[in-house]
């Protein structure tokens, strides 16, 4: 029979743990710090398969209207003011988009 697998406790944990504590509680302690890193990685992976998809309806957007306002892209995606921006800096970055002359006014590129 192998020897069980002990995870090391988080410092977190430590720090917070009575000594009185029965090692049931640290590891149920340790088990549920577990359980929200996995829930925080797991909402972050769901944005993230979410932003290909917003992306690609910005780009075919403004492939369509280059001269598409940030406050139209939002009610195209449903999605806020924030979100758009960092989509369109992401976009940018990556080089498929580039934003020409002052914001108002100005006109959307396809790099791409």
């Known amino acids: 029979m ?11 944990v430590l720090k917070k743990a009575d000594l009185s504590d029965t ?3 640290l590891a149920a302690a340790y088990q549920k710090e577990l359980d929200n890193k ?5 909402k972050s992976d769901q944005k993230m398969e979410k932003w290909p998809e ?7 957007a403004i492939r369509l209207d280059s001269n598409i306002t940030i406050a139209k892209l939002e009610l195209l995606l449903g999605t806020g003011h924030t979100t758009v921006k960092k989509m ?3 976009m940018q970055n990556e080089g498929f988009i580039r934003h020409i002359g002052p914001d108002k006014g100005g006109y959307w590129k396809v790099l791409k």
């Not at 996995?38 to 797991?42: L, P, Y």
């Open 2 to 12: 192998a020897a069980p697998i002990h995870k090391p406790i988080s410092w977190e």
């Open 88 to 90: 369109l800096t992401e």
């Open 54 to 60: 917003k992306c690609q309806q910005i780009y075919d």
């Open 38 to 42: 996995i829930e925080e990685q797991t």
């Open 23 to 25: 090692s049931y509680e």
